[in-house]
């Protein structure tokens, strides 16, 4: 059963960042590229960064200078560092991976399959 659990969200100040965990389990984590997208109310998912097996990445427009993505394969963990905060960076953030091993950056909600529950980041002006 494949498993992705976030952690790291909350409250943050504008200018202020924060530093998002998606640990994976169920499947052959090295193999698999992950992404991070973001749902703020009353808005479609979008795609914030992404990163493939070979350390590749991917970041959106919004994340780009800002945000930055990392994994750990022995710890099977990606990371979203997130700096410089915005309040319209306010959201839930979900990790999601590829469809299968070695296949293209999750870069749109339906390039993902497996996905996390969730964290909420809220950034205050």
């Known amino acids: 059963q494949v498993q992705l659990v976030e952690s790291g969200g909350g409250l943050a100040q504008a200018g202020g960042s924060l530093r998002l965990s998606c640990v994976v389990s169920?499947?052959?984590?090295?193999?698999?590229?992950v992404g991070w997208f973001r749902q703020a109310p009353g808005k479609e998912r979008e795609s914030v960064a992404a990163i493939d097996w070979s350390t590749y990445t991917y970041y959106s427009d919004s994340a780009k200078g800002r945000f930055t993505i990392s994994r750990d394969n022995a710890k099977k963990t990606v990371y979203l560092e997130m700096n410089s905060l915005k309040p319209e960076d306010t959201a839930v953030y979900y990790c999601?991976?590829?469809?299968?091993?070695?296949?293209?950056?999750?870069?749109?909600?339906?390039?993902?399959?497996?996905w996390g529950q969730g964290t909420q980041v809220t950034v205050s002006s």
């Open positions: 169920g499947l052959t984590f090295s193999n698999y590229a």
């Open positions: 999601a991976t590829g469809r299968a091993s070695y296949s293209g950056l999750p870069t749109t909600a339906s390039r993902a399959y497996y």
